[in-house]
């Protein structure tokens, strides 16, 4: 692949923060000596942004890229935006941005994307019924071996926390039902892949959730450990035998050690494991965004190009106050770059 990949980034819901953040990131020089950028949105939109951030907040020229100096592939919007007022005309516009990327990232323009938020919900009332932005992936891919994977870096350690969610965007009511032993190693092969290929960790330590509290406690608070669980997991173990795989962790127990690695309060390192397989979304998400809301990225793992995306949302509440933090996003741009070279 080329030194200097060729990257998109969708803009996202054009109410929430999305514009802040890509100006903001876009700021940092080195970027551009590393990849090319084109984003996938809408130029006004970004000139409304940069302007009212300019006039409304504290920021300076310093603080944002001028859209003028750019790459940007416009998507036409059907009506007015709202800084922190998204409706169905924003969310039918952050769909058209993916859809776009996703088409010329297919016909090999843009070796990957990086996307701001949307809102899910928005996304509905545009007529658009897809649970979010990785299930839209894959299925424009054509793949249903998927994942969706956090990474983060501690600014206090260097500890690097990665967990893939076995179960992404579904109800909590139907977590139990839809994880099975087939799904479950579809995920644990695609996690003990993307280790090798992206991280160069090919022994890896992974360390596997339990479902219920305490992991079931021997069959009294949750009986599908018992049931399947724990039989999946030694013959994993077989199957994976570079692999070291512990669990299954009580949910809650998992992340004590991550915590002390991420903050540093040792004195010995603690135990931690290369990756965490949480079961399902806030399981996994909760500790990630304790530990490193400000910068971890959400990348899909298993797509036949890479996608990447900051942690958070759209950010309503905040849009036009020129106090996003885009380092999330910077992270998740500087990790396409890395992953595709
Ligand atoms: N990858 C994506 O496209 C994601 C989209 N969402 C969408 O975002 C919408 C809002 O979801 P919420 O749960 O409220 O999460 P959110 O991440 O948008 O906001 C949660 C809180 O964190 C703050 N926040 C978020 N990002 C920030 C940043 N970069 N700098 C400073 N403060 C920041 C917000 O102001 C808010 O107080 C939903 O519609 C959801 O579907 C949520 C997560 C990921
Ligand atoms: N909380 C993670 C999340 O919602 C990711 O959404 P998407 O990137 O798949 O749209």
């Known amino acids: 692949m080329s030194s200097s990949p060729s990257l998109a980034i969708t803009m996202g819901d054009p109410a929430g923060i999305g514009s802040e953040i890509i100006l903001k990131a876009l700021t940092d020089k080195s970027l551009a000596q590393k990849c090319q950028i084109t984003v996938v949105g809408n130029r006004q939109l970004l000139q409304f942004t940069y302007e ?20 940007v592939l416009d998507i036409p919007i059907e009506g007015e935006v709202v800084l922190g007022q998204g409706d169905r005309i924003s969310g039918s516009f952050s769909f058209a941005c993916l859809e776009k990327a996703i088409a010329l990232t297919l016909e090999e323009k843009f070796q990957g994307i990086i996307t701001a938020p949307i809102a899910k919900s928005l996304w509905k009332a545009a007529g658009h019924e897809y649970p979010g932005q990785t299930e839209v992936l894959a299925l424009r891919a054509g793949v249903d071996r998927f994942g969706m994977m956090f990474v983060g870096e501690s600014p206090h350690t260097g500890w690097i926390l990665r967990s893939l969610l076995a179960t992404t965007h579904i109800p909590l009511k139907d977590v139990a039902r839809t994880l099975t032993p087939e799904l479950m190693s579809l995920k644990l092969d695609l996690l003990i892949e993307c280790l090798a290929e992206n991280f160069g960790i090919t022994e890896p330590h992974i360390a596997i959730a339990g479902l219920n509290p305490h992991s079931g406690e021997a069959g009294q608070l949750g009986t599908e450990e018992q049931d399947w669980m724990l ?94 933090n885009a380092s999330s996003m910077k992270a998740a741009i500087e990790l396409a770059i890395q992953t595709s070279n």
Do not use: C
Not at 52 to 71: A, C, K
């Open 52 to 71: 009212h951030l300019l006039q409304q907040t504290q920021l300076t020229e310093e603080n944002l890229i001028n859209p003028r100096t750019i790459n």
């Open 231 to 324: 039989n999946w997991l030694e013959q994993a173990k077989a199957n994976y035998p570079q692999a070291k795989l512990t669990g299954l962790i009580p949910p809650d127990t998992m992340w004590v050690n991550p915590g002390i690695a991420w903050y540093g309060n040792y004195q010995t390192p603690p135990t931690t494991a290369d990756a965490y397989l949480a079961l399902y979304h806030d399981q996994g998400l909760i500790p990630v965004k304790l530990m490193a809301f400000d910068r971890a990225i959400n990348t899909t793992i298993g797509l036949p190009f890479i996608r990447t995306s900051p942690d958070h949302g759209t950010a309503f509440d905040i849009a036009g106050q020129g106090i996003a």
